[in-house]
């Protein structure tokens, strides 16, 4: 017996039905016999039913309100196409996947490879075809609405050409590429990748030309990810969309070019620095994407530990002095910036900054774009800027000797002066400045704090499961800790248990963001006569830990066992001390 005389004795399908259903098989469109039934006139959720009840296996009808993105990445799109194995749903830690064929033993073995893999728990349910086609095209969208665009723009990339053949002239085929890149499909896939981006929480788009396709990666909490790839004959079409956006220069393609460009997205305004650097098969072009909407962050959310968030608040209340943050690009050092100066009581103080670029608007702050093309640098606007009665000042970035020397002097003659410079560590600060000429008699007296910081992915509050202490973990905080005097470490004390980061239906990864790690350390007294002997960075670190500095592996690994991060974070953290 088979499900077909299931069918039969229910009287849901006919004899004929059956046997047209036969004769339809291996005819264009109809490969299986489940294909063919449904187009005699067979009910598709009584055919699901019917081999449920001869397979053993429960049935369901697919409700797209529970398949989110965050679902649909346990199964990756080529395995869901090519096993018809689909996930529909979420429920006590346990994922349900839809299939329309349980005797497809490639399918299951598939479903248990991933599982296995990815280590999630899986229940198998019958679904129609129709629903599986559904959940397919809940994968698609950025592929698919790109995909579309793709259709329409070879149709018309074919009689573009045909065109060019046929008239033969240069100034034809130019005008012929120029309407690509004003045509629809091209812009709307510009638009599709830049809505998708958004959407997907990226901080960069990367789109590169292999020579054989063209890749479109997203940055996502820091790690970048192809999302769609696009054949060659779309690669100038789509670059010099962007850079007529941008308004760069379109025949400029030797070196690179630097713009911006905003739009609206969902009713909210969206800015985007665009950059192009050329490449061995074409331009590159990288978007980083400023979402003005997700506004400045309060100084306490940034993930500044109690003791680091202190210490800056009191640097934040001297009349004068300099504050440097550190770190390499991408760090968050801006976000930090601008936290600190969102503390300030603006309304009573001239607070004035020199940026490059302005990312975010922050209210009875003036801000001001350095623009070194027409020589207004770092430095020249710095010495502006001293004209202008300005209490506090935001310098975006020291990167020579006159715009350090500079900053010296603001803080030396009654300013409070906060910026940022390019070393590995907090106590690195001071060696950099003297690298660049600043002498260390005029460093004691105004650096106030010196600060390192770093990105790292954050725990989603669904991923946290808590576990007994780990022995590795253990013998990891002895060696980071070793050297704390007894005084500081007992603020730390080791717990005995831990919160472990794993995957959960809101969050495969078990991670959403990104938050910070930090190091900091004040200039007191001490550090002021250590400076004075023109100290390494380990000279700086040994006082500084005399008086309770923190790592930022430690603060990571102090924020990983409270779950706030993965303890894999902490590893990809460097240690002067390594």
């Known amino acids: 017996m088979s499900y077909i005389d299931t069918l039969l004795e229910q009287k849901k399908a006919t004899e004929s039905q059956i046997q047209e259903a036969q004769s339809k098989i ?44 965050e679902i649909l990445k346990y199964i990756p799109i080529e395995s869901a196409e090519h096993y018809h194995i689909v996930p529909i749903d979420m429920k006590d830690g346990i994922l349900e996947v839809g299939m329309t064929d349980p005797d497809h033993t490639e399918a299951s073995n598939a479903l248990q490879f991933i599982a296995s893999k990815e280590g999630f728990a899986f229940k198998i349910f019958l679904i129609t075809s129709d629903d599986l086609s559904l959940v397919l095209k809940r994968y698609s969208g950025l592929t698919g609405e790109v995909g579309q665009a793709l259709t329409d723009f070879d149709s018309i990339d074919g009689e573009l050409a045909a065109a060019s053949n046929e008239v033969g002239s240069q100034k034809n085929i130019a005008t012929d590429q120029n309407k690509i890149v004003e045509d629809a499909p091209i812009i709307k896939i510009v638009a599709v990748i830049l809505r998708h981006a958004i959407e997907g929480d990226a901080s960069d788009i990367h789109i590169e030309n292999s020579g054989e396709k063209v890749l479109v990666r997203f940055r996502v909490d820091g790690i970048l990810h192809t999302s769609l790839v696009l054949p060659l004959n779309t690669y100038s079409g789509v670059i010099a969309r962007i850079k007529i956006l941008s308004k760069l220069r379109l025949d400029e393609k030797r070196k690179p070019q630097d713009g911006s460009f905003s739009t609206k997205i969902d009713g909210r305004k969206v800015d985007f620095r665009v950059s192009t650097f050329p490449a061995v098969y074409g331009e590159k072009i990288v978007i980083r994407i400023l979402d003005s909407d997700q506004g400045v962050k309060a100084l306490d959310s940034i993930g500044l530990s ?53 990312e975010y608007n922050i209210p009875m702050v003036n801000q001001s774009q350095v623009m070194p093309d027409i020589g207004y640098t770092f430095a020249s606007g710095l010495r502006s800027i001293l004209r202008q009665d300005p209490n506090i000042i935001m310098v975006g970035e020291i990167r020579d000797k ?21 070393t590995n560590s907090a106590a690195g600060v001071v060696p950099r400045l003297i690298d660049m000429g600043v002498d260390p008699y005029l460093i004691g007296p105004t650096l106030i704090l010196a600060m390192a910081q770093r990105l790292v992915r954050h725990t989603h509050p669904s991923a946290r499961k808590e576990v007994p202490m780990l022995p590795v973990v253990a013998e990891q905080y002895e060696k980071y800790f070793a050297d704390l005097p007894e005084q500081y470490k007992k603020d730390y004390p080791l717990p005995a248990t831990i919160i472990d980061t794993v995957p959960s239906p809101e969050s495969p990864t078990g991670t959403k963001g990104r938050v910070g790690v930090h190091e900091v350390f004040k200039i007191d007294r001490d550090m002021q006569s250590l400076i004075l002997k023109t100290p390494s960075d380990s000279d700086i670190y040994k006082l500084a830990r005399t008086k309770g500095f923190i790592t930022m592996r430690e603060d990571g690994f102090l924020k990983s066992l409270q779950g706030e991060i993965p303890m894999t974070e902490v590893f990809n953290l460097a240690d002067d001390r390594d």
């Open 402 to 422: 006159e715009t350090a020397q500079l900053a010296i002097q603001a803080a030396l003659t009654g300013h409070l002066v906060l910026s940022t410079l390019h």
């Open 26 to 69: 291996g005819t264009e469109g109809i490969d299986t016999l489940d294909v063919a039934l449904v187009d005699a006139g067979v009910d598709p959720y009584a055919l699901r039913d019917a081999k449920g009840a001869y397979f053993g296996i429960p049935t369901k009808n697919v409700d797209l309100k529970n398949i989110t993105d």
């Open 306 to 358: 109690a003791r680091n968030l202190s210490l800056v608040r009191e640097a934040l209340t001297k009349p004068y002095g300099l504050i440097l943050i550190t770190g390499p690009t991408g760090s968050g050092k801006s976000t930090t910036l601008y936290s600190m100066l969102n503390e300030l009581d603006r309304e009573k103080l001239n607070v004035v900054s020199l940026e490059d670029p302005v």
